[in-house]
């Protein structure tokens, strides 16, 4: 039991409970990828128009990388904290089905939908860069982050891509899964 007094005591305790979820985490054939979208999908950055309205960047090289996997049988779901028209057209096109947009809470989204659609944790691919992501890279069989995340999340992602978010980090993760996946 630990007293939480000052924010090296958090610090302590968020290590603790890190490596907690890392003990049960392990790689196994992967059938789901599940990708977060801003910082992944995109690099981040968001444009505001006059009006309001913004735009994302999106990688086709990406969407080309996600086609070829799910040929490869592999699922593709989608999951954001960001309520996004612009994201549920660009899945749309990509059809991809399973995105979930608003989630606050994406580790218990992710645990939901094992539990609902019979896969385990294990045979998960994880793409995030930031916090909210910190706790499915911890849990999955397989955790990939951007060139460009956050500090935090590159020292705990079991693969650091080369590429940075919406310029092919998709892309480089889908042929990484490729190539493992023949293994099984």
């Known amino acids: 039991l630990h007293e939480i007094d000052s924010e090296q005591d958090w610090i ?6 890190i490596e907690r979820q ?3 985490k392990h790689s196994e054939k992967i059938t789901h990828l599940v990708l977060d979208v801003d910082g ?3 690099n ?3 444009a505001y128009t006059k009006d309001g309205e913004h735009t994302k960047n999106f990688d086709m090289r990406d969407g080309m990388g996600l086609e070829i996997l799910r040929q490869f049988g592999v699922e593709v779901m989608v999951m954001t904290s960001e309520q996004s028209q612009l994201v549920a057209k660009r899945m749309e096109k990509l059809q991809i089905s399973q995105v979930f947009l608003g989630v606050k809470d994406k580790y218990t989204l992710l645990q939901s939908l094992a539990a609902s659609q019979n896969f385990s944790l294990n045979n998960v691919a994880y793409v995030g860069d930031d916090v909210n992501d910190m706790a499915n890279i911890c849990s ?3 955790s990939f982050t951007p ?5 935090e999340i590159k020292q705990l992602a079991d693969v650091v891509l080369s590429k940075n978010s919406g310029a092919g980090a998709i892309r480089e993760a889908c042929e ?6 023949k293994r099984f």
């Open 22 to 24: 890392k003990r049960g």
């Open 44 to 46: 981040g950055t968001i």
């Open 176 to 181: 990484f899964i490729k190539n493992y996946n």
């Open 12 to 17: 302590i305790v968020e290590n603790l409970l």
């Open 40 to 42: 992944v999908f995109t």
């Open 147 to 151: 060139n460009n995340a956050m500090t």
């Open 140 to 142: 999955v069989g397989w």
